[in-house]
């Protein structure tokens, strides 16, 4: 039985931090269909994301601001990850998503200005990371339906984020060890903020 039900409280003691074996995994596919357990896992890890934007209950659990949580991060070895956030237009997006897939990508890039964050990662990492810049994800979402979703910008950018951690990839990994500034050449590739 999985402590992350509706009542738990995720705070900054689950979040499993780099150096982790975990986060070097690739994750197992959740078996169709999810359990109400991994379901309310999701749930718990959308409400944690929330908690972390809302300065009052952010303070009171002393919650990093976070966008995006995959399962890994607290420990599960599981594909699925919560994303909360707003976008350029300030439209406010919330997904649970299971076994996660890109199914098709821009060729166009972008990346974001002050460079990537991650709640597993304790440290400022400087350097660009250059992300598709639309993208399109077939999932299972928190209602147990099959769902086909379009992302650009920073929408794109955190989705890719959260499937990369499903992969065993940290946003760190794709920045250009020798320019950590330096952008992919023979591509079109802006910044978003």
Same mark, same amino acid.
């Given at each position: 039985m999985s402590k992350f039900n509706e009542?738990?409280?995720i705070t900054m003691k689950d979040i499993v931090r780099e150096g982790d074996p975990? $986060?070097?995994q690739q994750t197992?596919?959740?078996?169709l269909p999810p359990t109400n357990e991994e379901l309310e896992t999701l749930k718990c890890m959308l409400q944690f994301l929330k908690n972390s934007q809302d300065p009052e209950l952010?303070?009171?659990y002393k919650l990093r601001s976070g966008v995006g949580l995959s399962a890994n991060q607290i420990g599960l070895n599981k594909r699925m990850f919560a994303a909360y956030f707003h976008d350029e237009k300030g439209n406010l997006?919330?997904?649970g998503l299971i076994n996660p897939k890109i199914i098709s990508h821009s !060729?166009?890039? !972008?990346?974001?200005t002050n460079g990537e964050g991650c709640l597993s990662v304790d440290r400022d990492v400087p350097g660009y990371v250059p992300r598709y810049e639309r993208i399109k994800v077939k999932a299972i979402d928190i209602t147990g339906k099959e769902v086909t979703i379009k $992302?650009?910008?920073f929408g794109a950018i955190v989705a890719q984020h959260e499937i990369d951690h $499903?992969?065993?990839i940290m946003f760190y990994d794709h920045i250009n060890q020798e320019n950590p500034f330096k952008l992919p050449e023979n591509v079109e590739i802006k910044s978003v903020f």
């Open positions: 009542s738990y409280i975990i $986060l070097r197992e596919e959740v078996t952010a303070a009171k997006h919330e997904y !060729i166009s890039m !972008i990346y974001i $992302l650009s910008g $499903l992969n065993g």
